[in-house]
Nanobody, 115 residues
Framework: QVQLMESGGGWVQPGGSLSLSCAPS????????MGWYRQVQGDQREMVAR???????SYADSVKGRWTISQNKARNRVTLQMNSLKPEDTAVYYC?????????WGQGTQVTVSS
């Protein structure tokens, strides 16, 4: 089965940076888009950044200007560079791949921003 391998979560002080990466366990996927979503307990999961195969990107208003999503097409790897982190960015972050067949979700990685 396909698994999404996520890395980069952890703890950081406000104003700091983290980089999240995600790649599927196989390259044999017809990927339409890849992205990162986050969820705080009790809240709705929200899209924070997404990139399509044509390179077009989408960002949540709350992260525009602070974060950048990029893609390594050869490895189907997506990276989210998270700068100027704020306490309100604290959440579980999930990688999502939209493919021709179905959507795939990572298990989630915790990002905690606090002093």
């Amino acid at each position: 089965q396909v698994q999404l391998m996520e890395s980069g979560g952890g703890w950081v002080q406000p104003g700091g940076s983290l980089s999240l990466s995600c790649a599927p366990s196989t390259t044999a996927l017809a990927i339409y888009s890849m992205g990162w979503y986050r969820q705080v307990q009790g809240d709705q999961r929200e899209m924070v950044a997404r990139i399509a195969v044509d390179g077009s990107t989408s960002y949540a208003d709350s992260v525009k200007g602070r974060w950048t999503i990029s893609q390594n097409k050869a490895r189907n790897r997506v990276t989210l560079q998270m700068n100027s982190l704020k306490p309100e960015d604290t959440a579980v972050y999930y990688c999502k791949i939209n493919s021709r067949v179905r959507d795939y979700w990572g298990q989630g990685t915790q990002v905690t921003v606090s002093s």
